[in-house]
């Protein structure tokens, strides 16, 4: 059974950093690009970044420039979102999902008017909540 589990979210201050990782198991880890995705309150989900088994992040959302960033360890079958600089707006559940490198390498991830990726597993998601 594949497995996605995301952790690290919480409660922080405005100006705040947060580090969630997104562990996996089931699956080939090295063979899969992994996104993240983010769903407000009352808000379709959104791509946050993503981040192909080369190492190369991509992202087309603007939120994330200067404040965002993914990384991945392959020996550990995990992938971190490191989030700087938090503002309320980015209170959401935080999701990573998983999709073969054979079929997505992050391509218009994020994009506006694209539409999210179709992935092909999906993890529970973190609570990330900014206060003001």
């Known amino acids: 059974e594949v497995q996605l589990q995301a952790s690290g979210g919480g409660l922080v201050q405005t100006g705040g950093s947060l580090r969630l990782s997104c562990v996996a198991s089931?699956?080939?880890?090295?063979?899969?690009?992994i996104g993240w995705f983010r769903q407000a309150p009352g808000k379709e989900r959104e791509g946050v970044l993503c981040?192909?088994?080369?190492?190369?992040?991509?992202t087309y959302a603007d939120f994330v420039k200067g404040r965002f960033t993914v990384s991945r360890d392959n020996a550990k079958n995990t992938v971190y979102l490191q989030m700087n600089s938090l503002k309320p707006e980015d209170t959401a559940v935080y999701y990573c999902?998983?999709?073969?490198?054979?079929?997505?390498?992050?391509?218009?991830?994020?994009?506006?008017?694209?539409?999210?990726?179709?992935?092909?597993?999906w993890g529970k998601g973190t609570l990330v909540t900014v206060s003001s």
């Open positions: 999902a998983a999709r073969s490198r054979r079929y997505y390498s992050c391509s218009d991830f994020g994009r506006r008017g694209q539409g999210n990726p179709r992935m092909d597993y």
């Open positions: 089931g699956l080939s880890f090295d063979d899969y690009t």
């Open positions: 981040i192909t088994t080369s190492m190369t992040s991509t």
